[in-house]
């Protein structure tokens, strides 16, 4: 998230009890509104605040809009703008199971075991970055500090991992071939007030795709949190993720003024 320009984030309330919220993420141009049930009077408000207010560099701000917002969509729509594109974001309803097997000559790894270079080569290349990633000059022999999920890493050249505050790194899935190396890393977010295994990211380095191995990642999630009271897991846009039982989800829409 780019925060150089949250300072323009604006809530709206109603007697201390937050109802609307204006906000960008990154880049800064791109534009959010939530709007508690009740409160869609206040759309043109909103609305005007963003056209206004909110960063629009080089005429490239958009309006991040989503199913249920559509009383938004007519808003905008007013203000001279246009749909650009929309996609769906697929989420697995727990009412489902995904039963997928793990493939034979590969294992799962303990995450409170995990290696944090072999971790970081893995997400390197399984996001499609060529060439050497910054983790071959890292040595966990020079580490002041051993890894844990807990404390985080530090490393040589001033380099310092450490978990975000609200990670739930003991639910996240690694797998490993034979030769113990990583190839297929499923972080999980586990945010019980929602009852939502929240799954990012997800990533199979390239040779190892099309194997069943991001497949068998996310039943080993399904399995671990349907138990502890999850009733969705989110997903992509992929159609990996339908092609495996994902349903709809979260659909995008994004506007564009002219």
Known sequence: MDTTCQYLDRFWLDDGRVVGLVFNEAPVTDIYFKVRPGYEFLAKEMVDYALDRMPNFENKQWFMLFNGQEFLMEEVKKRGFSLLYDFEDRNFDFEKSLDFALPEDFCFVDPAEADPVKLARCCWYGFNHGGKGPFENWDLQDCSSDWTPAKGYKGVEGVFLVPSPHSTRQYDVIIADETGEYVCYSGMWWVSENKLAYMEPLCTVPEYRRMGLAAAAL???????????????????????EKIGYGSGIHWYCWKRG
């Open 219 to 241: 039943s080993k999630h399904c399995h671990t949190l349907k138990p502890l009271g999850a009733t969705h897991m989110t997903g992509g846009v992929d159609p990996f993720y």
